[in-house]
């Protein structure tokens, strides 16, 4: 537990008082945020505003992590590097396309096969990491069964849930990329996330199968590698947001960019396919499946009809054109992942339940 406490701590302090200083930097090398030219109107205003800003989150999680091992003097585990090493890598992806925008000075950065290409390198090295590592009962940090609150069904073979990991880590890093379209919209949305699982991972440690001689109901015990330590990420991450939800809100100081909005997606991914929670994360992170849906949607009418059914997509800009402000949209959606993180530990705890 305490060392939860330190790294949301550490996490929070690090952003609050390191942004600032990373905002100084951005704005002295003048990389500032490109908007496209077919946005709304009242965007214009935001040109210039420094970006790349995942910067400071990304390395404040690392390092709250890392202070929050050393401080309380547990371990390292294999799960808690995995879940840091998909967030930085995919992380990477994103500060190689953000930096390419700002010097071509362009809404378009990395070609698309590149930014693929770099996405899939890191998805597959972290899949097939997270096979490796069996601990003392067997558990390795992921499973090639599905999972909902737990595992269920058959395996279903590396190969195939190496496919499955990737198009769960490029769904939500996507997601959080089409979500990161108004001031703080997608870190407050992460901000819940990121608590919700670190009330899971501390609920599958205290129910963890390896403490079962413990517990009232050793079968309702949780197959889970490293809860604990998930928890400390979750944690972490969920400091590190909030810090720096404080200079993204409206009026931005400093915007996430691909860089802060792929590591999230990654974060997110990673958390869920090591916690075995794979298919409850579309609804704990239902915003993001939301507004990526809405892309999809409008895609696809327009391709099929020549119609769109959206004034534009992502959703919050159809909000936007209809005459919303972008603070009402951007709390009106927290809202609306408040519920479905709600919805979503409601869940996980009925299906904790049922097996007792």
Known sequence: MRQILFAGAIGLFLTLVGTPLLIKLLARKGYGQFIRDDGPRTHGSK????????IAFILATIIAY??????????????????????AGMGLVGFLDDYIKIVKQRSLGLRAKAKMAGQLIVGIAFAVLSLQFPNSMNYTPASTRLSFVEDF????????????????????????????GLDGLATGASVMVFGAYTFIGLWQFQE?????????????????????D????????????FGFLWWNTSPAKIFMGDTGSLALGGALAGLAILSRTEFLLAILGGLFVMITMSVVIQVGSFKMTG?????MAPLQHHFELKGWSEVLVVVRFWIIQ????IVGLGLFYAGWAAKK
């Open 153 to 180: 069904g058959w395996s279903i073979g590396p190969v195939l849930f190496c496919v499955w990991a990737l198009f769960m880590i490029l769904a939500m890093s996507n997601g959080v990329n089409l979500t990161d």
């Open 208 to 228: 963890s199968c390896a403490n079962a001689d413990n517990l009232t109901n050793p079968s309702a015990c949780f197959e889970v590698r490293d809860p604990l």
């Open 47 to 54: 040109k210039g505003t420094p970006t790349m800003g995942g």
């Open 307 to 311: 119609k769109r059914v959206f004034r």
């Open 66 to 87: 890392l202070l929050a091992k050393i401080i309380t003097g547990e371990d390292i585990r294999y799960s808690g590097v995995l879940v840091l090493f998909l967030m």
């Open 230 to 241: 998930l928890a400390v990420v979750a944690a972490a991450l969920m400091g590190a947001c």
């Open 338 to 341: 408040g519920m479905c993180v």
